[in-house]
């Protein structure tokens, strides 16, 4: 493990039209670098940031042909990270690379263990997120808050970051993994800090977020953590 290393995952399915832009846009950091792509899709994501490592040297690409999830792609990525800081980024290009360093920053200054981020600060770019999708989120961030006994107004962004060896390895879900990480980071005790970032709307590509499909998983899953918590 290197202590001044950010290991960068960024979980890909299906983001051909997103993964150069959002790879590109990275800016040079003051810490040392990874960026660790997985994809576990059927375009051309893969190839396209393969191609991009050859002149980006810090640019590790893993392409798997099973469908891994969100949360079993981020597992993948944990297994390869290098860095004592972790910080996860979806492919979609709707959080601008740019504004992770705001994100790192307090693990790097020792100011926390766990940073949560939240898109409902600042105002969002019209059409980041359907009205539906913001009522729903927003229902379980009260939920998460209320059942953790700390505040949080946003529970489901993609960006997240973690000091390494505090809960990789009590991350188990597969499919959509916020929540195992916010739970994990409480239940363990880290100190925690929510970041304001700015989320834009996705310019390619097909979201892959389905309201009540992905809400009613949310909803067992909440449940059933909340038990595990307790108990």
């Given at each position: 493990m290197n202590h001044n290393l950010l290991s960068i995952i960024i979980p890909a399915y299906?983001?051909?039209?997103?993964i150069v832009t959002c790879i590109k846009k990275f800016p040079k950091f003051k810490w040392k670098t990874e960026i660790i792509v997985i994809d576990d899709g059927i375009d051309n994501t893969a190839n396209l940031a393969m191609e991009l490592s050859k002149e980006i040297?810090?640019?590790k690409v893993l392409h798997f042909n099973n469908k891994l999830g969100q949360g079993g792609a981020i597992l993948k990525g944990l297994e390869i990270a290098k860095g004592n800081v972790i910080?996860?980024?979806?492919a979609d290009y709707t959080v601008d690379p740019s504004e992770l360093e705001i994100v790192v920053s307090p693990i790097f200054n020792n100011e926390a263990e766990?940073?949560?981020?939240?898109?409902?600060?600042?105002?969002?770019?019209?059409?980041?997120?359907p009205f539906f999708n913001k009522i729903g989120n927003k229902i379980f961030s009260l939920l998460t808050?209320?059942?953790l006994r700390k505040y949080f107004t946003d529970v489901f962004c993609g960006t997240r970051a973690f000091k390494c060896n505090t809960i990789e390895d009590k991350l188990t879900e597969r499919g959509w993994p916020a929540l195992d990480m916010i739970f994990a980071a409480?239940?363990?005790k880290l100190r925690i800090k929510e970041i304001p970032i700015h989320y834009k709307a996705r310019k390619a590509g097909t979201s892959k977020?389905?309201?009540?499909?992905?809400?009613?998983?949310?909803?067992?899953?909440?449940?059933?953590?909340?038990i595990k918590y307790y108990f």
């Open positions: 299906n983001e051909e039209e997103n040297k810090n640019l910080v996860t980024l979806d766990f940073v949560n981020t939240s898109r409902f600060i600042y105002p969002m770019e019209k059409g980041a997120m808050s209320m059942i409480r239940k363990y977020v389905s309201t009540f499909k992905t809400g009613f998983f949310h909803l067992k899953d909440i449940l059933g953590k909340t």
